[in-house]
């Protein structure tokens, strides 16, 4: 057990050591049963909808399980009431769309597979006694190489994975057990009708009781992917400009924010796939764009980076000289402050799904800052620079124009996002004059969490 | 239908309308077919294992069902054979990795939960048949809480999640049905030997029947990673250093290969977290160090981003005149080669498992050529040029520079990869005069994708 010892205890017999490591068992179970409470807290308090779903799941199998204690409910599906509750246990996710997707997935598959599971047994029943486990093996097989090589299909991966699963097992349960038991219509007709109640249940308390709505999640995580790199540039032009060496580890966390958007893509395709699943809610329609959402976050990651690249040059062992980099300190750092400034924007009026043209003036203001500095890149205040020294601070001044660039595609690309999914037209932040409009923005950011938005209310103050 | 029509169709009456489109629907049918039959085709071209994937899963299906049409085998289990066929649907994966990891969860998962229900049964049955449903409910409500939300641990989420929900499911299923039905730990037995025979008939398919091993997969992702930046940047100094603008196009899709680099970070957690739960098998011991695979990705992708950075510079409308780039040309070049070179040795050599000091050399040169560079741009070659179009050749040679120090690190989290796997040493490459090991590297080169080298054998040519 312990391959490294330390001289002490190489003197000591194996008995005292023995003593001394089931001495220190209680300390290290102590030890490792508070990590693990302190974990479970954070789990916990970083997302409390995971403690009511975890409450969801125990309610929904609970109430379903009566079926198997009260005589009349059970009397309608003996045995088969089993279905039923581990239906509950598969079926019931953590969001909506998830549960509904599988669930549809789950009842709409046992329903195709159970009626061909049926004619399967009916057509080798004809064949006679002995012929028939050939035939029904032969179906068995075709269908399970044919539906797992479709599962392979990337369209069919992403939406009806489950589905087909389910598709394949529930074939097989009919028409094999069908050899055994002649009541396979009455089988069939139990398993399905089980399905449902357990898959209606599941979607019940999973709608019903604090429901959690992926598609929502997918909005909040876009408009705060955007919101992450205008924290990043933000904090940039401080960072990068100042001058002495102080202050460096602080904000360190606050820069490195952006890193997560730079792997987001695989959940965010993820949670559109399980948004278009979901019903309309809130201001979200049935046909909502979830589509879109992931161009706006493709874009999002292009710009991230290129972020990635600007950080690069923080932690750079060649750094420009301070007075290099003071020349370009002002337009740069007002080229980065718009930039923040128009991700801002547009991460909160994306969230509150309100179109205004706010960013659009932040970013024309950016692109008047990077003509500053370009025709200061153009004079000859550089002459005497030695050029090895300027290139860091040059390609910063590059990378800081071509983010404006990005940010003018997302800002494009949200517009049409907007149009599409019908955003409340605004423009209180250009015409601060209309008190009505105002007014309605403050409530909106009040309530901001709810979004209370009703579908596609457009208010034109123009 | 149809919303939009010509003028030609709204002339015509809605019967010819009719008429016309069911003419057209054989088209429309052949065509979707032809799609369809083009999309299959190109599926199994890409990866012939999905064929023989779809092979092995009606296999074992139809293997498993005999147990139910042989009398013999049948009257051992009676209807709880059909737990094994649902069993191999759904344990049966794509690759072996997968398939364990499922199957041993499933398995151990299903023990405990049964024995956990058996006593849950006895304790309620002591209770009278009056309290016994109240018990039980009580039982299962805690359980599927406190599992639900042990779910979410990342930990148990990347290994155990699919136990946790048969632990749930098999509580439910034994504790449940044992208010109906007396004999709980008969059906706790035949649940679990259904479940084993099951599982083991997957896992027996799965790995004599041509395996699937992901950690293999894994192996050859990181290095096809490396392989795709080292061919981009061994396009690039050609494609950017061009005079004239002619084959623009045709190289496109080669300069693009390195993006999927930048997205490939949770397909690489995926398979590393499958790959644990493999077996050794071929060069891969069964410690295998899969997780310091992931770190050699997160430096691959690293250097992705400046790679990213590198190819907006090619397609930018800012570019510097050819003059300005002609004077980097020549050591700008010899970089990305260099890097390019290293890279490919790497990806050559850890693909093969060979431990060489050729990549390091490759850096080297490229550290010598970055010191001519740096040298080239410290020299007043610059003073009569435009501060503005400057900027983005200097910019490329800073991101050049910077991509070295990224192939560096790769280069040292690849050796320290080899030391942890005991990867053959070899320096083939460094001394060419040795014919000995020369000819292995050959054989080992026509052998490639088998990959036959045994467990740790080290040769050392020093």
Same mark, same amino acid.
């Given at each position: 057990m312990e391959a490294v010892t330390s001289p002490q205890q190489e003197s000591s017999g194996p008995i005292?050591? *023995?003593c001394q490591w089931l001495k220190s068992l209680p300390n290290k179970f102590c030890d490792k049963t508070m990590e693990i409470a302190r974990k479970t807290k954070k789990l916990g308090q970083d997302d409390p909808r995971r403690i009511v779903h975890a409450l969801k799941v125990g309610l929904a199998i609970t109430l379903v399980s009566l079926f198997y204690y009260f005589e009349p409910l059970y009397d309608g599906f003996g045995d088969s009431a089993m279905?039923?509750? +581990?239906?509950?246990? %598969?079926?019931?996710? @953590?969001s909506v769309g998830a549960t509904l997707g599988k669930g549809l997935n789950r009842m709409l598959a046992t329903l195709v597979a159970g009626a061909l599971g049926v004619g399967a047994h009916r057509l080798a029943t004809l064949s006679g006694r002995q012929r028939e486990p050939i035939l029904l093996a032969t179906f068995v097989f075709i269908i399970a190489v044919v539906t797992t090589f479709i599962r392979f299909f990337p369209k069919v991966k992403a939406r009806y994975d489950y589905g087909m699963m389910i598709f394949i +097992?529930?074939?097989?349960?009919?028409?094999?057990? *069908?050899?055994? !038991?002649? &009541?396979?219509?009455?089988?069939?007709?139990?398993? @399905?009708?089980? %399905?449902? %109640? *357990?898959?209606?249940?599941?979607?019940?308390?999973?709608i019903c009781i604090f429901p959690v709505w992926i598609g929502e999640d997918l909005?909040?995580?876009?408009?705060?992917?955007? *919101?992450?790199?205008?924290?990043? +540039?933000?904090?940039?032009? !401080?960072?990068?400009?100042?001058? #002495?060496e102080e202050s460096n580890e602080n904000n360190k966390s606050y820069l490195q924010g952006y890193r997560s958007v730079l792997t987001s893509k695989s959940s965010e395709e993820t949670m559109a796939n399980f948004a278009r699943w979901e019903l309309g809610?809130?201001?979200?329609?049935?046909?909502?764009?979830?589509?879109?959402?992931?161009?706006?976050?493709? +874009?999002?990651? !292009?710009?991230?980076?290129k972020v990635e690249a600007l950080n690069s040059y923080l932690n750079s062992k060649i750094q420009s000289p301070a007075e290099i980099r003071g020349k370009i300190q002002v337009p740069c750092k007002r080229v980065s402050l718009e930039c923040s400034g128009a991700l801002k924007e547009m991460a909160?009026? @994306?969230?509150?799904?309100?179109?205004?043209?706010?960013?659009?003036?932040?970013i024309e203001s950016s692109k008047k800052a990077a003509e500053e500095l370009k025709s200061l890149l153009k004079t000859n205040l550089w002459e005497e620079a030695d050029l090895l020294e300027m290139i860091p601070a040059a390609s910063v001044a590059s990378l800081v124009l071509e983010i404006i660039e990005c940010i003018d595609k997302i800002s494009e690309a949200v517009n049409e996002l907007g149009e599409a999914a019908?955003?409340?037209? #605004?423009?209180?932040?250009?015409l601060p004059e209309?008190? !009505? #409009? %105002? &007014?309605?923005?403050?409530?909106q950011q009040d309530s901001n969490t709810a979004m209370p938005v009703p579908h596609c209310v457009i208010v034109v103050a123009e």
């Open positions: 005292t050591r *023995g279905w039923a509750v +581990l239906t509950v246990v %598969i079926v019931l996710e @953590f +097992l529930t074939f097989c349960l009919v028409s094999v057990s *069908g050899y055994r !038991d002649d &009541q396979v219509l009455e089988m069939a007709r139990d398993r @399905f009708s089980t %399905i449902l %109640i *357990g898959s209606c249940a599941s979607l019940i308390v999973c909005h909040k995580s876009v408009a705060a992917n955007m *919101g992450k790199l205008a924290n990043f +540039l933000e904090a940039f032009g !401080d960072e990068y400009f100042k001058v #002495s809610h809130g201001p979200f329609g049935y046909r909502h764009p979830w589509k879109m959402y992931l161009k706006v976050g493709n +874009l999002t990651r !292009d710009c991230a980076y909160s009026t @994306f969230r509150k799904m309100v179109r205004t043209r706010s960013a659009v003036m932040h019908c955003f409340r037209k #605004s423009n209180a932040t250009v209309q008190p !009505d #409009s %105002i &007014q309605q923005e403050t409530v």
